[in-house]
């Protein structure tokens, strides 16, 4: 119920079943207080539940107060963070729920509502008393991250007027904040997806990069997830532009230089009351000095840090705080780097190596207004929840993501002896859906999500906003293995997806190549002696999540039956939307290459119990409180240069490629139409 309506005060009614929670006198705000017996009675009359509040000697929460209430909130800004941080460990250390639901109840009516949610959603992740508990989708507590203001509008209007249960979706207008003359806008619908800035937003709610409880952010390989998921990322825009006839992204690796690219978000804070800033094209990042913020940093700042890090690379090894070097392994390398480079607080040394990641978020999100004359916030690059929206986000990931290449580019390439399965051979892969054998098939959909719960002191009842989105049709893979060993095996298939051309038609060299593989599946599979026949279905791929976990509320609501799968929505909201499981093609059909690989599950197996946690989305979020289930480095076998120079001569028997298509329809369908 502290997810609804955020600004609504806790003691009116919250959520469906219409409860209210009875707070202690003294929890009201100044602006309530002389009110308190009248509003709670007003509000209490209908109310189908009351919730009494535990009267408690409340912590001390004067830090995380000092973010003024309608303001914006963003954990990339350090002193936002040092909040936040304290107000998760305010959370966790509440003695148990009773506790923890009065302290809320007290916060709810002053703390900044964006800041409030993150730190609950974090706290309820972590504790083991609410670890089972549902969080709403962020997108049905906060749509205005998510979509045109105006949708808010004209939401009021139906709500008002229109009794619930008639109410028809409000349209969100498809491709709305750019006209056709910006190139950059053939790929909005992959930019603005809100799936995708929800699945980014989660991903770094599970992942937070700095709390007071060090065991909040400690989590297996966390630091190489950060680059492995944000790699991904890279790989499947480059590959959208692609089919968009654009060329891949250029690398924002000049600090000094203009960024081209303008972006106007047209989203407006709710909360704030304030139109997301936009950034004029030619913007060039200035030194930042915004005492409101408490943020003094110059962009040489940016810059030293930058040198420190490739010369960590250069040496293969860290400086540690005490002066000492610590040699980057083949092992641990990539995850010490990426914790390094984000920065998160498990960074060997945050006083040398700086937050160069999160810092570059700062400094171009307040590009427009450095030393905050005009009274303005960040833009969208300062939150996870709408930075994926601004083409600047992919420029400055693909720099970042080429710092790590330069890394991997430093390990040895794999021998065969590493990629081969002896005895295991891959005869053919293929796909077959309703476009015909490899062809894969897209095309446009329509389809709602709830806004109510975000419509603060608006009648009650469902309204729904319906957008667009891409969407494929479905599809099967079948994989001959002949198994020669003489003995029942396990495999473990890895599935990707690559263009074959560059953008001149030209076909890309292996290097190239490799790094626009968009992992699309990997599962575990046993083989019997001889020839196996193995059917797998998109649907179950380990990259996404389905549509109703990334858009719907799976707590059980009152009067449901629910189930023990519909309460791990908390961490199961992280994953790639499975609507965007493949890149959108060309109505020509657009030439990529589908590749498998065998590998020995034996090698690649974590001993674990992963019975009851949620991992159908493993590759990108990992598995809540598990290590990340599978020993390879993260993208093998594509996660570093090999001696060969195109994918054929790359291949081992244990793997397979098929040559297949993409072709794109320009049409609609509504979400359940064939
Ligand atoms: Cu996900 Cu830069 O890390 O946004």
């Given at each position: 119920l502290f997810f609804d309506r955020p600004t609504e005060p806790c003691f009116m009614q919250k959520g469906d079943e219409k409860a209210v929670f009875e707070v202690?006198?003294?929890?009201?705000?100044e602006k309530y207080r002389s009110l308190s017996t009248t509003l709670s009675n007003r509000f209490g009359d209908n109310a189908s539940r009351t919730i009494p509040v535990r009267n408690i000697a409340l912590p001390n929460l004067s830090l995380p107060m000092q973010?003024?209430?309608n303001d914006q909130f963003s954990l990339f800004v350090p002193q936002h963070r040092k909040m936040a941080g304290k107000l998760i460990d305010i959370f966790l250390g509440m003695r148990d729920v009773e506790d923890l639901q009065s302290v809320c109840s007290y916060c709810q009516l002053r703390i900044n509502p964006y800041m409030f949610n993150y730190c609950l959603s974090v706290a309820m992740l972590h504790r083991d008393d609410t670890k089972g508990l549902n969080i709403p989708t962020f997108v049905e507590s906060f749509p205005d991250k998510f979509m045109d203001p105006k949708v808010f509008r004209r939401a009021r209007e139906v709500t008002t007027t229109v009794p619930s249960g008639t109410r028809m979706p409000v349209v969100i207008p498809a491709?709305?904040?750019?006209?056709?003359?910006?190139?950059?806008?053939?790929v909005a619908y992959f930019r603005e997806d809100i799936g995708i800035n929800l699945h980014h937003w989660h991903w770094h709610l599970v992942y937070p990069?700095?709390?007071?409880?060090r065991e909040v952010v400690d989590k297996d390989r966390r630091g190489e997830l950060f680059y492995y998921m944000h790699q991904q990322i890279i790989a499947r825009y480059n590959v959208e532009r692609m089919c968009n006839n654009l060329g891949r992204v250029t690398r924002?690796?000049?600090?000094?230089?203009?960024?081209?690219e303008g972006y106007f978000?047209?989203?407006?804070?709710?909360?704030?009351?304030?139109a997301w800033p936009p950034r004029f094209e030619g913007t060039v990042i200035r030194d930042l000095d915004r005492p409101v913020d408490q943020i003094r940093i110059d962009v040489s700042e940016l810059e030293t840090w930058r040198e420190r890090f490739l010369q960590a690379i250069e040496n293969n090894s860290v400086i540690l705080p005490n002066n000492s070097t610590m040699p980057l392994t083949e092992e641990t390398g990539i995850d010490v780097l990426g914790n390094l480079m984000e920065s998160s607080?498990?960074?060997?040394?945050r006083g040398y190596y700086g937050d160069l990641h999160n810092m570059g978020h700062v400094f171009i999100s307040y590009s427009h207004d450095p030393d905050h004359r005009h009274l303005e916030q960040f833009g969208v690059m300062g939150d996870s929840a709408t930075a994926?929206?601004?083409?600047v986000f992919y420029r400055w990931h693909a720099y970042i993501d080429d710092i790590f290449n330069l890394y991997k580019s430093k390990l040895t390439p794999y021998a065969n002896d590493k990629l081969d399965f002896p005895g295991?051979?891959?005869s053919s892969v293929e796909v077959s859906g309703p476009g015909g054998a490899n062809t894969f098939t897209t095309q446009w959909e329509q389809s709602t999500v709830e806004l109510s719960r975000g419509l603060d002191f608006t009648p009650r009842g469902s309204v729904l906003a319906r957008f667009t989105h891409l969407q494929h049709d479905e599809f099967t893979y079948t994989i001959e293995v002949n198994n020669t060993s003489g003995a029942a095996t396990m495999g473990t298939f890895r599935v990707f997806v690559a263009p074959?051309?560059?953008?001149?038609g030209q076909p890309l060299r292996f290097e190239d190549q490799r790094r626009l593989m968009i992992e699309l599946d990997k599962f575990s599979q046993p083989l019997n002696p001889g020839a196996n026949t193995v059917r797998r279905q998109?649907?179950?791929?380990?990259v996404t999540i389905p549509y109703e976990r990334t858009f719907r509320d799976q707590a059980a609501r009152p009067g449901d039956a629910g189930s023990a799968a519909a309460a791990e929505f908390d961490f199961c909201?992280?994953?790639?939307p499975h609507h965007m499981l493949l890149p959108k093609g060309t109505a020509m059909g657009y030439p990529v290459v589908l590749f498998v690989m065998v590998s020995n599950w034996n090698d690649d197996r974590v001993q674990q119990d992963t019975v009851g946690?949620?991992?159908?989305?493993?590759?990108?979020c990992g598995i809540r409180d598990r290590r990340?289930?599978?020993?390879?480095?993260?993208?093998?076998?594509?996660d570093r240069p090999a001696g060969a120079a195109a994918l054929q001569d790359f291949l081992t028997p244990n793997m397979a490629t098929r040559a297949c298509t993409i072709r794109f329809t320009d049409a609609t369908r509504l979400r359940g139409q064939r």
């Amino acid at each position: 119920l502290f997810f609804d309506r955020p600004t609504e005060p806790c003691f009116m009614q919250k959520g469906d079943e219409k409860a209210v929670f009875e707070v202690p006198e003294h929890y009201y705000p100044e602006k309530y207080r002389s009110l308190s017996t009248t509003l709670s009675n007003r509000f209490g009359d209908n109310a189908s539940r009351t919730i009494p509040v535990r009267n408690i000697a409340l912590p001390n929460l004067s830090l995380p107060m000092q973010l003024p209430y309608n303001d914006q909130f963003s954990l990339f800004v350090p002193q936002h963070r040092k909040m936040a941080g304290k107000l998760i460990d305010i959370f966790l250390g509440m003695r148990d729920v009773e506790d923890l639901q009065s302290v809320c109840s007290y916060c709810q009516l002053r703390i900044n509502p964006y800041m409030f949610n993150y730190c609950l959603s974090v706290a309820m992740l972590h504790r083991d008393d609410t670890k089972g508990l549902n969080i709403p989708t962020f997108v049905e507590s906060f749509p205005d991250k998510f979509m045109d203001p105006k949708v808010f509008r004209r939401a009021r209007e139906v709500t008002t007027t229109v009794p619930s249960g008639t109410r028809m979706p409000v349209v969100i207008p498809a491709n709305l904040t750019a006209a056709d003359s910006e190139p950059e806008q053939r790929v909005a619908y992959f930019r603005e997806d809100i799936g995708i800035n929800l699945h980014h937003w989660h991903w770094h709610l599970v992942y937070p990069f700095e709390a007071a409880n060090r065991e909040v952010v400690d989590k297996d390989r966390r630091g190489e997830l950060f680059y492995y998921m944000h790699q991904q990322i890279i790989a499947r825009y480059n590959v959208e532009r692609m089919c968009n006839n654009l060329g891949r992204v250029t690398r924002y690796n000049d600090f000094r230089a203009p960024i081209a690219e303008g972006y106007f978000p047209k989203l407006d804070s709710q909360v704030a009351s304030r139109a997301w800033p936009p950034r004029f094209e030619g913007t060039v990042i200035r030194d930042l000095d915004r005492p409101v913020d408490q943020i003094r940093i110059d962009v040489s700042e940016l810059e030293t840090w930058r040198e420190r890090f490739l010369q960590a690379i250069e040496n293969n090894s860290v400086i540690l705080p005490n002066n000492s070097t610590m040699p980057l392994t083949e092992e641990t390398g990539i995850d010490v780097l990426g914790n390094l480079m984000e920065s998160s607080i498990l960074s060997r040394n945050r006083g040398y190596y700086g937050d160069l990641h999160n810092m570059g978020h700062v400094f171009i999100s307040y590009s427009h207004d450095p030393d905050h004359r005009h009274l303005e916030q960040f833009g969208v690059m300062g939150d996870s929840a709408t930075a994926m929206r601004d083409p600047v986000f992919y420029r400055w990931h693909a720099y970042i993501d080429d710092i790590f290449n330069l890394y991997k580019s430093k390990l040895t390439p794999y021998a065969n002896d590493k990629l081969d399965f002896p005895g295991i051979r891959v005869s053919s892969v293929e796909v077959s859906g309703p476009g015909g054998a490899n062809t894969f098939t897209t095309q446009w959909e329509q389809s709602t999500v709830e806004l109510s719960r975000g419509l603060d002191f608006t009648p009650r009842g469902s309204v729904l906003a319906r957008f667009t989105h891409l969407q494929h049709d479905e599809f099967t893979y079948t994989i001959e293995v002949n198994n020669t060993s003489g003995a029942a095996t396990m495999g473990t298939f890895r599935v990707f997806v690559a263009p074959v051309n560059d953008e001149r038609g030209q076909p890309l060299r292996f290097e190239d190549q490799r790094r626009l593989m968009i992992e699309l599946d990997k599962f575990s599979q046993p083989l019997n002696p001889g020839a196996n026949t193995v059917r797998r279905q998109s649907a179950e791929s380990s990259v996404t999540i389905p549509y109703e976990r990334t858009f719907r509320d799976q707590a059980a609501r009152p009067g449901d039956a629910g189930s023990a799968a519909a309460a791990e929505f908390d961490f199961c909201g992280c994953g790639w939307p499975h609507h965007m499981l493949l890149p959108k093609g060309t109505a020509m059909g657009y030439p990529v290459v589908l590749f498998v690989m065998v590998s020995n599950w034996n090698d690649d197996r974590v001993q674990q119990d992963t019975v009851g946690s949620c991992n159908d989305a493993a590759s990108y979020c990992g598995i809540r409180d598990r290590r990340y289930p599978d020993r390879r480095p993260m993208g093998f076998p594509f996660d570093r240069p090999a001696g060969a120079a195109a994918l054929q001569d790359f291949l081992t028997p244990n793997m397979a490629t098929r040559a297949c298509t993409i072709r794109f329809t320009d049409a609609t369908r509504l979400r359940g139409q064939r």
